[in-house]
């Protein structure tokens, strides 16, 4: 499963590139923020912990893809 969380400079901008990406391999969650290189990572069991610091990320994010 993958999610991806449009960040601020997306909303601004609409480069859709712009985004939190969420990766699970069979242990832990990656969250990675591509315009910006913020990462966090957590078990998958706290994916929703994870998802919510994303999103507290992508909402204050504003660096646009190089
Ligand atoms: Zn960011």
Same mark, same amino acid.
């Given at each position: ?11 601004? /901008?609409?480069?859709?590139?712009? =985004?939190?990406?969420? !990766? ?9 923020? *591509?315009?910006?290189?913020? /990462?966090?990572?957590?078990?998958? =069991?706290?994916?929703e !912990? ?9 909402? *204050?994010c ?5």
């Amino acid at each position: 499963m993958s999610t991806r969380i449009l960040t601020r400079a997306a909303e601004l /901008t609409g480069n859709r590139n712009a =985004a939190v990406d969420i !990766q699970d391999d069979t242990r832990r969650s990656y969250a990675r923020c *591509q315009p910006c290189g913020w /990462t966090r990572d957590h078990g998958t =069991a706290y994916r929703e !912990q994870l998802i919510k610091w994303a999103q507290e990320h992508a909402d *204050q994010c504003t660096a646009l893809p190089s």
